[in-house]
């Protein structure tokens, strides 16, 4: 376990670049108020450790800021990490920091197995569970719950994000298309909602993999792929099963058209801009460009040294957000957030051009994302600035609940 205490080191480096991220001054101050005590669960072991390591750089950077600027509601936080690891630890691991430790809410993950897990037990708590990279529709369909929100985009999201480009490519009505998918609840939940897609839009499912997250060789993939002889590549995949798949899918000389229903970056970095290829769905990247965003990737490069990855900027702005929650709505209680996260007024900066919001009916945070494509070798200025950004999707002129509109994963009933 490991405990962070955040000191002003951070905000004072970083100078108004706290203002411009949205760390307002606290709506009101109780001296020596008890700290605030958060706890933070994602995986930084296995097939997910590489966003796991973003995922705890961002949350530490937002308690700094938000510590450094007053704290939450006057309450200094507090912060307790712990490595998830699979969902049946997850799960302990939760249980244990509301009864040990006595944390007010947790805040993290990005399997989506364990985000049922560790919000099944925030429940019994009557607790809040903020996701920052579980992506299951399910979550936010059958399996949600009351005191589970969702900072990350969920797959139909990102999936009619991508439906987008690939229909202004003239890449779906008659086309054969050959999916890979990890062979777990994010992976599944992901297959059906592009399957759902490819069903409304007239694309032809000619071939379709589940690959286990533990894989490391793809070549017999690779060889069924190139005998299928499919128009497009589709990857289901997640963490570095991206990775592996795209060094070797340019080692085999495949040039078929290459993109996927969900991405992060660090695999894109991971593989390197002579083996990036494709276009990609986004929650958000390092290019993107407001003065809002530019200033924490200023922050985080300050702090670690590189760009943040989108899952740093998904944990850091769950951080934002709950210090923010706790200030406005003047306790941590759960029944209390709930309302207030559900309310109108809760409308938050998400370092884009639109205000995000909760959708009372689900939990998702609503918002903008993007389309990442990648940049040809030679072109690429550096390890991180390997491709170029879209403009931000849903259109300016489309309502922001555009994409999340025709999912799977069942109903919620809060």
Avoid at 133 to 145: A, F, H, I, P, Y
């Amino acid at each position: 376990m490991t405990t962070e205490n955040t000191t002003r080191r951070g905000f004072l480096r970083t100078g108004a670049a706290g203002v411009a991220l949205g760390v307002a001054a606290p709506a009101y101050l109780r001296a020596q108020a008890a700290p605030l005590k958060i706890g933070h669960l994602t995986p930084t072991t296995g097939f997910l450790g590489p966003l796991g390591e973003y995922a705890q750089m961002g949350i530490k950077l937002a308690v700094e800021h938000v510590n450094a600027n007053g704290g939450a509601g006057g309450r200094q936080i507090e912060l307790i990490m712990e490595d998830s690891v699979n969902p049946q630890t997850a799960s302990t691991k939760a249980e244990r920091m509301f009864e040990r430790d006595q944390v007010e809410m947790i805040i993290g993950e990005i399997s989506s197995a364990s985000c049922l897990t560790i919000s099944q037990v925030a429940a019994r708590y009557g607790k809040c569970f903020i996701n920052t990279g579980g992506n299951s529709d399910s979550l936010r369909g059958q399996d949600c719950n009351r005191y589970m929100f969702h900072v990350e985009t969920q797959n139909s999201m990102y999936v009619n994000a991508e439906g987008e480009f690939f229909r202004s490519q003239d890449m779906v009505d008659g086309k054969n298309w050959y999916t890979m998918t990890a062979d777990y609840a994010f992976g599944h939940d992901l297959l059906s909602a592009a399957k759902a897609f490819l069903d409304a839009n007239g694309g032809v499912l000619v071939g379709d993999d589940l690959v286990p997250t533990d894989a490391t060789d793809f070549s017999s993939y690779l060889l069924k792929i190139r005998q299928a002889q499919p128009d497009v590549v589709a990857l289901n995949l997640a963490g570095t099963q991206i990775t592996n798949f795209l060094k070797q899918y340019g080692e085999f000389g495949l040039d078929f058209t290459l993109g996927g229903f969900g991405f992060d970056t660090v695999s894109a970095w991971a593989a390197g801009a002579q083996n990036f290829s494709g276009t990609w769905p986004n929650v958000w990247n390092h290019l993107v460009p407001n003065d809002a965003s530019q200033a924490f990737v200023q922050a985080f490069t300050d702090a670690y040294g590189k760009p943040p990855e989108n899952q740093a900027w998904g944990d850091y702005n769950a951080g934002l957000i709950m210090a923010r929650a706790v200030a406005e709505a003047g306790d941590a209680g759960g029944d209390t957030l709930v309302a207030y996260l559900e309310s109108d007024e809760a409308q938050f900066d998400l370092m884009k051009n639109r205000k995000g919001y909760f959708r009372p009916s689900d939990h998702q945070l609503i918002q903008e994302i993007y389309a990442i494509t990648a940049l040809p070798a030679g072109e690429a200025q550096n390890q991180w600035d390997i491709f170029t950004t879209s403009e931000p999707l849903p259109g300016a002129d489309q309502p922001l609940e555009t994409l999340a509109q025709s999912v799977t994963g069942g109903t919620c009933t809060l």
